[in-house]
């Protein structure tokens, strides 16, 4: 059992942490590339694309808490969360080199039903890692400031993970072949196919590397209740009342606003980077290497600034200072105040910006993760159940779901600014481009300003979590002496 107190040793943030790149690398394929990719090399028409993807991340989130619940209440010699690690391996390396790699010779209707099966397989593979593995976070640690020190690391591997293979598609990959008549590596169809591969073989090692490091922490876990017979009654009630549990819904409302906001984002960044700023392939992996600094960054800040302090505070004031620095290079140029097209300074001043702005990103998604684990102690003392897989499962679920709508959102704004399938930068109406930053730069605003809203909601303070824990302590006490 995780101690009063007890401070991780390294090697156990670092193999905990490393499991994420699994998650970012997954996460970054279909944030940066699979829009694009099936919209303008491989034709679907977007909101077609973005329909599907939103479907496939409805799909897939409702066994998000399924596998949450089940993980919380697992019997097994290797723990409550091993088995679905281990068994999540090989599923998601297929199914992610899969999805890359669709049959030649499929018309719209054809792309789009398989784009929405293989990402609900992708999605549900995935979970079947992720849930369980960030749920070990509230069982090696009970303390306030440790958990966030670890899912610093999470944050960290996932970002680098990511960003890496990202950067190397970008940079390796995603190269023009003029003699094929592909002047923009972003056109690349062979590009994307090596990258699934290449992604797929990295995932499966960095799963296999985080479970079996993480291993050796199985007998000092918590132990799931003593099993019952399977009741469906009985389980939706048990999630019903854990999950109504007023700390963890201002969370969790909290992020289905900000991730339909993130899916806007993620999904037009490439748009933007394209055709918006007119980079190349090379430009457009040094923008994005920028992030492998903000991670470290965030990684060593996150515990830095929150020493002392209530988290949700921390959290309030950084979301305020990202939701209005975050589109100001695109609001700035809109308006005729930024660098002339092709200047030099344009990709430094971007460089400059991601860091600041990715620092403050992902220091706010460690900071809100370790809020997660916190209502763990909260929730306990409501329903007698430790309930971590449920609160990490459900979290997801809200991310997934809504991220869906921002992409479908971010899909509909190109079909509506008129965007061309499949043209060369240079070839697009700037009035087009303009009138997509004016539709996204306020959209994006508004979206973040309601999550703000909702997460002051959220009231577990540094010392209500430490009288959680005593009160949680003494009933373990409790019912131990009654044995």
Known sequence: MVGPGDKPLLSTKLFYGSGSVAYGVKDAGFAYFLLFYYSNVLGLNPQLAGLAILLALVCDA????????????????????????????????????????????????????????MAV????????????????????????????????????????????????????????????????????????????????????????????????????????????????????????????????????????VTAMAQGVITTLNLYFWTYFWFLNTTEIAIITSAWFFAAAFALILAPI??????????????????????????????????????????????????????????????????????????SEIRTGRRSEGIFFAARSFAGKVVSGIGVFIGATIISIVGIPRGAAPETVDPAIMTNFATYYVPTIMFIYFISIGILSLYKITREGHADNLNTVRERRAAAASRE
């Open 305 to 378: 600034i929150t020493r002392g302090r209530n988290k949700r505070n921390v959290v309030i004031v950084l979301s305020i200072i990202s939701t209005c620095y975050l589109p100001l290079p695109i609001a700035l140029k809109t308006m005729g105040l930024f660098w002339p097209t092709g200047h030099e300074m344009v990709v430094p001043t971007l460089v400059l910006h991601a860091i600041s702005e990715g620092t403050i990103i992902i220091m706010i998604s460690i900071l809100v993760s370790s809020m997660v684990a916190d209502v763990v102690e909260s």
């Open 62 to 117: 409702i066994s998000d808490p399924l596998v949450g619940h089940f993980s919380d209440q697992l019997h097994s010699k290797w723990g409550r969360r091993h088995p679905f690690m281990y068994a999540s391996i090989l599923p998601i390396g297929i199914s992610f080199f899969f999805i890359w790699n669709p049959p030649a010779g499929l018309d719209q209707s054809g792309l789009f039903l398989y784009l929405f099966g």
């Open 121 to 256: 397989l992708v999605r549900t593979c995935v979970t079947f890692f992720e849930v369980p593995s960030t749920s070990l976070v509230a069982e090696l640690t009970d303390d306030y400031d440790q958990r966030t020190s670890m899912l610093g690391y999470r944050y960290f591997f996932g970002w680098w993970g990511g960003l890496t293979v990202a950067v190397l598609a970008y940079a390796i990959l995603l190269v023009p072949v003029p003699e094929a008549g592909i002047v923009n590596g972003q056109m690349n169809p062979e590009g994307y196919q090596r990258y699934g591969l290449l992604a797929a073989v990295i995932m499966m090692v960095f799963i296999f590397i985080s479970a079996r490091g993480t291993h050796r922490h199985v007998p000092n876990l918590h132990k799931p209740p003593p099993p019952q017979p399977f009741s469906l009654s009985r389980t939706i009630h048990e999630l019903r009342e854990t999950l109504l549990h007023r700390p963890f819904l201002a969370l969790f409302f909290a992020a289905i």
